[in-house]
């Protein structure tokens, strides 16, 4: 982004340069270089800006997720005992040790992406005033391709979470399952079919984590291509 605004500041017709050039220096070799030093300041400002809204974030929803994570604990403990003879021990401690946090790891990105579109719409806004056709134009490029990523491969791709999702509970409860039950499988001779059984759950997690997180990287490759 640095390149193209300065060779409008330099080179541009535009009356909202005007107060821009006001300030810096009338030779075009020391307005160059007084441009690139600007642009450079306002660089390292904003990586600090960022880096502190993203300490900020996560430490907004770590504490929020510990502070659930002790309330879930809690509840759990306080439940009566027939409660938890109707319930599977694996599903309970994936609620504590996955559901939990990967809910809150997607407020965590949600956050971070209301912090992006904030500065990408100060940025637009900075590019509108200066080049409002070509802004737009590729405004509309992008909103195009975002479009066709969030209706088309939006859902395939909660899809493959759900099912990483539910895969990961199914791994959880055969490994609890197994743990509690190994000497009944010694006597019974059947670890060769437990084994093979804990392959099957872990290939198809790996097959649809692989799709989904590839697929994450679609749109920044499309944008660039």
Request: glycine residues 6%; hydrophobic residues 50%; aromatic residues 10%.
């Amino acid at each position: 982004m640095v390149l193209p605004v300065v060779q409008l500041i330099v080179s541009g017709d535009s009356p909202w340069l005007a107060p821009v050039r006001a300030f810096l220096p009338i030779e075009q070799k020391d307005l160059l270089l007084s441009t690139v030093v600007v642009f450079c300041i306002l660089f390292i400002a904003k990586n600090v800006f960022i880096l502190w809204m993203t300490w900020l974030i996560n430490r907004f929803t770590n504490r929020q997720m510990a502070q659930f994570l002790q309330l879930m604990y809690g509840l759990y403990l306080r439940q009566p005992y027939t409660f938890h003879l109707n319930r599977h021990s694996a599903d309970i401690q994936r609620n504590l040790s996955y559901s939990a946090p990967t809910a809150f790891d997607g407020l965590r990105m949600a956050l971070n992406a209301l912090m992006e579109g904030v500065l990408i719409l100060g940025v637009f806004v900075l590019l509108l005033l200066i080049e409002p056709i070509i802004t737009l134009g590729s405004a509309a490029v992008i909103g195009l391709i975002s479009a066709f990523y969030l209706q088309v491969l939006g859902p395939i791709v909660r899809r493959w979470g759900t099912y990483s999702h539910d895969i990961q509970a199914g791994m959880l409860r055969h490994i609890l399952g197994s743990l509690s039950t190994v000497r009944e499988i010694k006597l019974l001779g059947v670890g060769k079919h437990m084994s093979v059984v804990y392959k099957e759950i872990t290939d198809r997690l790996a097959h649809y984590l692989t799709l989904s997180l590839t697929t994450q990287h679609l749109p920044r490759l499309i944008l660039e291509t």
